[in-house]
């Protein structure tokens, strides 16, 4: 990379795992709140929670002082299938023992939540719902409005190719005409940013939308480094217990 850049997250340990496919997006996931200091933190798509305590963390770990909301009706939808209260009970637990003051559990549909939010409000916008092409659409036309200007977006399994899903797609056609980067391991992570704001982009920031290709390159092979450093130390202290 053009200039030194040392991820907090080299130290992160998850305290809150599940099997997710989000498990390799979770460095970026640490360091993008740490960079951002988000006020508000909203995540569409919870589930069992992996992301979403991933920011809580990184908000306790870092000092930044803000609030974090998750919004799911924990029912389940066509492509996860439906679930029990349990995954609710388990994730409402961890929030109610670890967060509790700068989490909060909103267990609506999307679109009824919209209504609480203001215009401009939310720093840091994670969209994982309803992977079809129409629901991610309708979610990021309901949502990036209340978006302030200089937030970023957050597109999850932007390279996910299973029947029925449409976020490649739309990713597709958003990044075309926006400030973007994709990390394409995993099932991919797509980064948008807002046009606008008058906040000094944090020095991750300006590696994702400033650096040139070599410079977004090695950005995308550190995280892949990073997740897996991560999960190396996560299995040594395992045998060590």
């Known amino acids: 990379m053009s200039s030194l850049y040392l991820p907090l997250s080299l130290n992160f340990e998850p305290r809150h795992l599940v099997i997710s496919t989000w498990m390799d997006h979770l460095p970026f996931g640490y360091d993008l709140v740490a960079a951002l200091r988000p006020s508000c933190v909203v995540e569409l798509g919870t589930y069992s929670g992996l992301s979403f305590f991933t920011f809580c963390q990184s908000m306790i770990e870092n000092d930044v002082e803000g609030i974090a909301y998750a919004i799911d009706t924990w029912e389940g939808d066509e492509h996860t299938g439906n679930y029990g209260d349990s995954i609710f009970r388990q994730v409402d637990d961890h929030a109610r023992d670890y967060y509790r003051g700068i989490s909060y559990l909103l267990r609506m549909r999307f679109s009824e939540a919209a209504n609480q939010f203001d215009k401009e409000s939310i720093d840091l ?23 302030k200007p200089g937030g970023i977006v957050l597109f999850h399994d932007i390279e996910a190719r299973m029947p029925g899903f449409g976020v490649r797609k739309f990713w597709q056609e958003l990044s075309g005409i926006n400030t ?26 300006s590696l994702l939308f400033e650096g040139d290709e070599e410079t977004r390159s090695n950005l995308r092979k550190l995280y892949v480094h990073v997740g897996r450093h991560i999960d190396a130390m996560r299995r040594v202290r395992k045998q060590e217990a």
């Open 125 to 147: 916008l994670h969209i994982d719902g309803l992977h079809t092409y129409d629901a991610v659409r309708e979610d990021f036309e309901t949502w990036y409005p209340k978006v």
């Open 180 to 205: 973007c980067f994709a990390f394409t391991h995993g099932y991919g992570l797509g980064v948008l940013k807002k046009p606008g704001g008058s906040r000094p982009l944090s020095k991750l920031e």
